[in-house]
Nanobody
Framework: QVQIVESGGGLVQPGGSLRLACVASELMFSSYDMGWYRQAPGKRRELVGTITGRGRTDYSESVKGRFTISRDNAKNTVYLQMDSLTPEDTARYYC???????????WGQGAQVTVFS
């Protein structure tokens, strides 16, 4: 079973930045397209953005221009750089496979991001 560990969450004021990291134990990590997802209280989990194994990215309209996904395949790690944060970005953030390309691995505990004014 692939294990996923997210880190880097925290409290930040509007306009601030945070960087999340996600490490996956999959040996063929570079072969998988990955995604960042988030879930706010009382809402469904939603896709934030994706990155292919070679680094091509795509983002939801709500974060486009503010969030950046990158990866380091040598470290089995995917990053989410979040800038210009707003209270609407408050959620628990998760990474996993790009679910449009296959079934999810076991979900990690996620990283809580809270944007407060």
């Amino acid at each position: 079973q692939v294990q996923i560990v997210e880190s880097g969450g925290g409290l930040v004021q509007p306009g601030g930045s945070l960087r999340l990291a996600c490490v996956a134990s999959e040996l063929m990590f570079s072969s998988y397209d990955m995604g960042w997802y988030r879930q706010a209280p009382g809402k469904r989990r939603e896709l934030v953005g994706t990155i292919t194994g070679r680094g091509r990215t795509d983002y939801s309209e709500s974060v486009k221009g503010r969030f950046t996904i990158s990866r380091d395949n040598a470290k089995n790690t995917v990053y989410l750089q979040m800038d210009s944060l707003t209270p609407e970005d408050t959620a628990r953030y998760y990474c996993n496979r790009d679910l449009s390309h296959g079934s999810a691995w076991n979900w990690g505990q996620g990283a809580q991001v809270t944007v407060f004014s």
